[in-house]
T-cell receptor, first 112, second 113 residues
Framework: EDQVTQSPEALRLQEGESSSLNCSYT??????LFWYRQDPGKGPEFLFT???AGEEKEKERLKATLTKKESFLHITAPKPEDSATYLC?????????????FGKGTKLSVKP | ETGVTQSPTHLIKTRGQQVTLRCSSQ?????VSWYQQALGQGPQFIFQ???????GRGNFPPRFSGLQFPNYSSELNVNALELDDSALYLC????????????FGSGTQLSVL
């Protein structure tokens, strides 16, 4: 069964304190790994798609990397506005068209 | 460019009732997906519509049904509501079927009492 596990569940950082979020996945065949950001009371907002091991993508203070078993979202010198829940997802392999399997997310809080 | 809009934003129903949630997709997008997000959980796939046909479905019972209209807007209908149906219902549009980058609306918060 395809599965996505994110850790930690919650992370509290001081402004400027860099850290990483982890997304471990188990799929029969990887057809992309997606990172989304979700603010309270809103829908997820797309951040990155990674397709192959070794691939990296960056956006402002965020950098996503991918290995054969997991992905990391590195946050460099975070600011309070980076506070949100970060979700990762993979397409279900061989399953229903359009099914993205999401992890439970990591809730990030950045204090000034 | 207009984003994905959902209505209503909040809804309270009682067990056994029926509900219809609505979604207008982003301009230029022809595919709509619906997800259910329980508190503290990630979104869970309900189904996807492409060219007015359901082309993918998750592990949800038949009392969850949908429609897509020629203008690519969509409805999610849930019959015989149960307490466990209380959740945030998210609509997402994309430029084509499958697993393209999804653009989510802000969701409809459904409470079943």
């Amino acid at each position: 069964e395809d599965q996505v596990t994110q850790s930690p569940e919650a992370l509290r950082l001081q402004e400027g304190e860099s850290s990483s979020l982890n997304c471990s996945y188990t799929v029969s065949g990887l057809r992309g790994l997606f990172w989304y950001r979700q603010d309270p009371g809103k829908g997820p907002e797309f951040l990155f798609t990674l397709y192959s091991a070794g691939e990296e993508k960056e956006k402002e203070r965020l950098k996503a990397t991918l290995t054969k078993k997991e992905s990391f979202l590195h946050i460099t010198a975070p600011k309070p506005e980076d506070s949100a829940t970060y979700l990762c997802a993979v397409p279900e392999y061989g399953g229903s068209q359009g099914n993205l399997i999401f992890g439970k997310g990591t809730k990030l809080s950045v204090k000034p | 460019e207009t984003g994905v809009t959902q209505s209503p934003t909040h809804l309270i129903k009682t067990r056994g009732q029926q509900v219809t949630l609505r979604c207008s997709s982003q301009s230029g997008h022809n595919t709509v997906s619906w997800y259910q997000q329980a508190l503290g959980q990630g979104p869970q796939f309900i189904f996807q519509y492409y060219r007015e046909e359901e082309n993918g479905r998750g592990n949800f019972p038949p009392r969850f049904s949908g429609l897509q209209f020629p203008n690519y807007s969509s409805e999610l209908n849930v019959n015989a509501l149960e307490l466990d149906d209380s959740a945030l219902y998210l609509c997402a549009s994309s430029q084509k079927e499958g697993h393209e980058k999804l653009f989510f609306g802000s969701g409809t918060q459904l409470s079943v009492l």
